[in-house]
């Protein structure tokens, strides 16, 4: 079912280079501009709520746009990256190019994508097939068959199987098997009785009503009650987001052959062969819900198993069907989000096309918006933060000789990836500018096939799980690696022409934060090759623990919408690679010109500039709906928390803005955490 101020792009052009008193500087191309860091209230004290003191003004005068959830900084950034790739899609798409061309590939589906005419006139024809199918199904087997089949095309309903690493064999990808069947976006969505809650609820039941009516079902509203029915007893046993973060009680290694014994009535030996797969061993990452399917498959009537089917199938493709199925999907989605406004079909169509054929796409806008020179320049200051987060781990007081150096051959494995691959991801794929339909399907099955063939092969470390225009960067535990997109290279993260302060509390930061993330909750547990294994020792580890259940219960304080408690457990990972990010990048800025010196800048210390620039870069405005939904499902905290949970555990802000006892964010020296 559904789960659910342009910037100018600027290339991360600096030369790091060494000076004889081991300080690093930034050479900037030109003169420096220095930022002003508008949109602050001066009445509201930093030590009190340090977020709102740089970013009230902004906040309060911020206008979110009808069809958006959000405006400012972070994903939000990827509004105006969105504009850069519609003027690529739309110059393209106006040419024909050779066959097979990337230009034509993206060109063509942007096209299809965009002729409304005829989607509208297709109506619900283009799956009339697969309703046809499921009307013949007859029996349990026959369940499983359309289930798998379904999934080649990108339709995942009641099993989600993919393909990564074994966490016990890094150097091999395995089958993974995980819980799923559920539309709501979380399972506690099913068991809550508040009233937003409720009003989620009613609004994806409405929606499965609408579907049905709309593929012609006369009992449209029993029959979406009876899917809804199904999936509540799949949610019921389901793991929490947070008991999902337990890595080795999500790792159930067995053989097929076991698979089949465990499981009887799904039938994983004709799945498997339907699927294409061919192996012994496979991950079954939450067992409870494998044996609640099991079991519901015979308790269930095959009648009732045909509605979900088909209310599941419909859903996998309302957004590639007419007006009316693309309507009833929003009208869900708005409950949710807030977002009262459908976008523009040449938005939604951006999105698509990053998402289904973004590293052709990538080619062209790295080719268009981002500087050759960036990627090795990024590199070195990448390089520098390691040796940085080096030293902090050398001077760590709770960790003992023997696990710091083992934790520095892990920093020092890290692999990094800046701006784009170096291999491009190629699509296999004959896209038709008036098919948008099958050009979408193709896609699809286009990438289960790729997925398919790193089965039982050891991993593709060139690959790229984001596109090159994506505002975002991530630390992947399992090859140990850290990625900076060229998306993420620009303002406010990196200016150009800003002083060291401005981007060490911006870029500096983020990096800084997907270095830490190789030692939070989860990635404390992998090794340099990216194997689950203890590399600590039993009282080191005891230690960290200690400290991570210190961010658990800080963070879990915290409140946002007046009442709604940040879910400690859920977020500790992020909040822990907040903490050191920030730490690590305040380390590095100190080592250079501007961070030994005291010369202010738009009348602000260095170190008052450094973090002015770390709550700029969190400036972020959502809607309420889509804000309590974040917190209920994101492993991040909200942007708010993202700057005044790690600085009222940071003495050195403590310093720059002579926060004292009494303000209200005010930790002692005892109480302030530090982990790396």
């Given amino acids: 079912m559904k789960n659910v101020l342009y910037i100018t792009l600027v290339a991360l052009l600096f030369t790091a280079c060494k000076n004889d008193n081991n300080t690093t500087k930034i050479e900037p191309l030109q003169e420096q501009n220095p930022v002003v860091f508008d949109g602050i209230d001066p009445s509201i004290k930093p030590g009190d709520n340090f977020y709102n003191h740089v970013n009230k003004n902004w906040y309060d005068n911020a206008v979110i746009a009808d069809d958006q959830v959000g405006v400012g900084a972070y994903r939000f950034l990827n509004i105006p990256q969105q504009k850069l790739l519609q003027n690529i899609l739309e110059e393209v798409s106006k040419n024909k190019h050779p066959q097979g061309s990337i230009e034509q590939q993206v060109g063509d589906f942007f096209a299809s994508g965009m002729d409304t005419l005829s989607i509208d006139k297709r109506g619900i024809t283009p799956i009339k097939p697969i309703l046809d199918r499921i009307d013949k199904v007859t029996d349990i087997t026959e369940i499983m068959a359309f289930v798998a089949e379904q999934i080649k095309t990108g339709d995942y309903s009641m099993i989600s199987p993919y393909i990564s690493p074994d966490q016990e064999n890094s150097s091999l990808n395995i089958l993974h098997l995980s819980q799923a069947g559920l539309g709501l976006p979380d399972r506690d969505y099913y068991f809550k009785d508040d009233a ?332 340099k090759d990216g194997n689950v294994t203890n590399w600590w020792t039993e009282q080191d580890y005891t230690k960290f623990k200690a400290k991570t259940q210190q961010i658990i219960d800080q963070y879990g304080a915290f409140t946002v919408l007046d009442s709604v408690h940040l879910k400690g457990a859920l977020t500790v990972g992020e909040n822990t690679a907040d903490n050191g990010g920030i730490a690590i990048a305040y380390d590095a800025f100190k080592k250079t010109q501007q961070g030994m010196s005291e010369e202010k800048l738009g009348g602000y210390t260095p170190d008052q500039r450094f973090f002015l620039s770390i709550a700029r870069i969190w400036r972020v405005k959502m809607r309420d709906e889509f804000l309590r939904n974040y917190v209920a499902t994101d492993p991040h905290s909200p942007p708010m928390w993202r700057v005044n949970g790690p600085l009222m555990n940071f003495t050195p802000f403590y310093n720059a803005f002579k926060v004292k006892e009494g303000d209200v964010n005010y930790k002692t020296d005892e109480e302030r955490i530090k982990i790396w």
């Fill in 196 to 527: 937003s809650v409720r009003e989620i609820q009613d609004a994806y039941k409405t929606y499965l009503t609408t579907l049905f009516s709309l593929a012609g079902d006369e009992n449209a509203v029993v029959n979406a009650n009876k899917v809804y029915s199904i999936e509540k007893q799949l949610a019921k046993s389901h793991k929490t987001r947070i008991e999902r973060r337990v890595i080795k009680d999500n790792y159930n290694k067995i053989e097929v052959s076991e698979l089949n014994k465990t499981y009887p009535n799904i039938g994983w030996s004709k799945v498997l062969e339907i699927l294409g797969v061919e192996t012994q061993w496979v991950d079954v990452k939450q067992p409870k819900y494998y044996e609640t399917l099991n079991a519901l498959l015979k308790q269930i009537p095959i009648s009732d198993w045909k509605l979900y089917l088909k209310a599941n199938s419909i859903g996998s493709h309302d957004d590639l069907l007419s007006t009316p199925f693309q309507e009833a999907s929003f009208a869900y989605s708005k409950v949710l989000s807030g977002q009262s406004e459908q976008q523009p079909r040449a938005q939604q169509m951006v999105r698509r096309v990053d998402r289904q054929i973004g590293f052709a796409l990538g080619q062209l806008y790295v080719k268009k918006y981002f500087n050759e020179a960036a990627k090795e320049r990024a590199l070195d200051l990448v390089n520098n933060f390691q040796k940085t987060l080096e030293g902090r781990i050398e001077n760590l007081e709770w960790m003992s000789d023997s696990t710091k150096v083992k934790a520095k051959q892990k920093l020092y494995a890290i692999s990094k990836k800046i701006g784009y691959p170096d291999v491009w991801k190629t699509y296999d794929v004959t896209i038709y500018r008036n098919e948008f339909f099958e050009n979408v399907v193709a896609l699809r099955k286009d990438e289960f096939q790729y997925e398919l063939n790193q089965l039982n092969k050891a991993p593709n470390r060139e690959e790229w799980h984001t596109t090159p225009s994506t505002v975002t960067a991530y630390y992947n535990p399992s090859l140990n690696e850290i990625v900076f997109p060229a998306g993420i290279l620009q303002a406010p993260y990196f200016d150009l022409y800003a002083d060291d302060a401005v981007n060490y509390g911006g870029i500096g930061m983020v990096i800084g934060h997907e270095f830490t993330h190789a030692f939070d909750d989860q990635g404390a547990q992998y090794d």
